[in-house]
């Protein structure tokens, strides 16, 4: 499956007319948790914009130059280069516990087992490192009109095959998203078809936060590498989670100190000193 948006999430906003950039939650999130060396799978023309601590090579399974060829909508962005071509849910040129974090931005629902997806990444970060997850809400997207996925239909298509409810998902999109949206079942059943041959990118699965997070929590007690939810947000069209693999986590970056000159820094300085000189008596008085 591919990192590329399908062609219904590029035809909502042209390059006259960008997507909304997503600053607040996601740059909270991102200056919070991410630090060392890792990836971001689909940046496409809206990478995630990192703190100077944080290293990131950026994954899709295409080069610039063929992502620009295979989607037609694409030719005028300014894509993120392209540092490893790779299947975004596979990631098989990255070794296992080799990256502090995963950034992967509306990209589960384009996912056919979000369930092995989710095992997959966190397979490939460091004990305590962190994946950084945002999807759609499907109330206020293009998917608005399409059933949410349920939890039994994912757990199936992890335990059965992904390729057994494949053509399904290519029926519903024709048939309530895509361009043959409300035609004849007969042009819906085409593109269908012509949809799947190309296995062209798609939302195969669609949500609310509420979905999505009983997704998160099955997968916390099925897979065999456990993880915590450390943080999660609703902002705009989208719900942000933040999941650390277990682990020993890094030290929180240290909260910045006033100058001792200030107010604020004197009443510091004060309460330091006065803790220093009562532990220091608690410990002569042993």
């Known amino acids: 499956m591919s ?12 390059p006259e007319d960008p997507l909304p950039v997503f600053l607040d939650a996601r740059r909270v999130f991102a200056d919070r948790f991410l630090a060392g060396q890792g990836l971001e799978i689909g940046a496409l023309h809206q990478p995630l914009e990192m703190p100077p601590r944080a290293r990131v090579r950026y ?3 295409m080069s610039v130059d ?8 694409l030719a005028d962005w300014d894509l993120t280069p392209v540092d490893v071509i790779d299947d975004g849910e596979l990631l098989e040129t990255v070794p296992d516990e080799s990256q ?15 369930i092995r997806t989710i095992g997959t990444h966190l397979g490939k970060l460091r004990p ?4 950084f997850y945002a999807v759609p809400d499907k109330r206020h997207t293009f998917d608005h009109r399409r059933p949410v996925t349920a939890l039994d239909h994912m757990v199936a298509d992890h335990e059965k095959g ?4 494949r053509r399904d998902h290519y029926d519903e999109w024709s048939r309530l998203v895509g361009d043959e949206a409300g035609d004849t079942e007969e042009r819906v059943e085409a593109r269908s078809r012509e949809l799947e041959a190309a296995r062209y990118s798609i939302h195969m699965h669609v949500w609310t936060q509420a979905e999505f997070l009983q997704l998160i929590l099955h997968c916390r007690e099925r897979l065999e590498r456990a993880f915590d939810i450390e943080a999660a947000a609703r902002q705009a069209i989208e719900f942000i989670v933040i999941l650390r693999k277990a682990g020993p986590p890094p030290l929180p970056p240290a909260a910045p100190i006033a100058p001792a000159g200030t107010g604020r820094g004197r009443r510091l300085a004060r309460r330091l000193a006065s803790r220093l000189r009562n532990a220091a008596s608690r410990s002569a008085g042993r």
């Open 59 to 61: 994954v899709d399974r």
């Open 162 to 165: 992904a390729e057994r409810s």
């Open 66 to 73: 063929d992502l620009r060829t295979e989607y037609a909508e």
């Open 128 to 131: 305590g490192g962190i994946l």
């Open 100 to 114: 502090d974090f995963i950034v992967a931005n509306h990209f589960l629902e384009h996912c056919e087992d979000p």
């Open 3 to 14: 990192a590329t948006r399908s062609r219904a999430d590029q035809d909502k906003a042209r």
